[in-house]
């Protein structure tokens, strides 16, 4: 029935772009690797413009550093040693923690030059489980995802819920906003669903179904018309959210591996997906043709974030390291 399945509706997207040029001389190298005292980071982000990353790891801090050199800007403390998540604001001025405690820590990096530690200007307090993810849609608007089922979008000023999604049946793990459309967003959990949300009704638009484990995280195509999800099953894959179909599915051709968190590139060309099994594989989104594995971290691979500006990604670990590499 699988066999079937995967005949009839990801193959599409396959023989169509099979007059398509394969990616050819691909050439990623390792630019920089920074290691946090932590043995494992589970997030990162970049700013807005590319300039930083902010990773989360387990010692209690939050940690900026310039990507280009390799050198820490700020520690920032956590009110709690186990973050989950991390999220870096448009303007770049705030950025944001989620892990164990069931809240959202907002800080403002104005406070950055004039003291030696960062504090909490914001405390998001609300959900009855772990923050999984959190998203910045504005200075104002930020959304978290919990392990109590539920997504939530704040005003971080009046550090109160606007409102509260709640169809998941099981923890959300990851959460995306599209890159286009300001009132949808997408979100997966351990229920292996994916949903499509439109938060001025509250409601689901669509829920893909699929995958067989756990859904650990998704990602908006850069037009917005199309996502890609991971999951513990071993495969990403990705869905037309207009004709909400499934387009394609990326399996290794050898035993799979869970993914647990993918990214797509600039162009959506390329989907990049950390695996358990310490590697990073670089998909063609078109061909789902495998274009290049790194191997650049000695553990679970945790997350992966493109830079902005495009020509660069990053990936992390429970290594404690995080990678910066070059397309």
Known sequence: MRAQKAWRIPTVLRLAASHVPAIRSLNIKRQMTMRCQSSKVPALTWSNEGRYLLTASQDGYLVLWNPHHGQKVQAIPTPVPYVMCCAYCPSGLLVASGGLDNACSIYNLRHRESAVDVPVE????????????????????????????TIVQWDTESE?????FSEHQGDVLSLALSPTSPDVFVSSGIDSHVRVWDRRTGRVQHTFTGHRSDVNSVAMFPDGMALASSSDDGTCRLWDVRSQRELNIYEPATSASPVKSIA????????????????CVVWDTLRAEAVATLTGHDARVTCVRTCPTGERFATAGWDGKVVVWGI
């Open 264 to 279: 797509f590139s600039r162009s959506g060309r390329m989907l990049c997906a950390g695996y358990e099994n310490h590697k």
């Open 160 to 164: 109160t819920p606007v409102h509260t």
């Open 122 to 149: 914001h405390t998001l307090v609300g959900h009855s489980g772990y923050i999984s993810a959190c998203e910045f849609l504005d200075d104002y608007t930020l959304f978290t995802a919990s392990g109590d089922g």
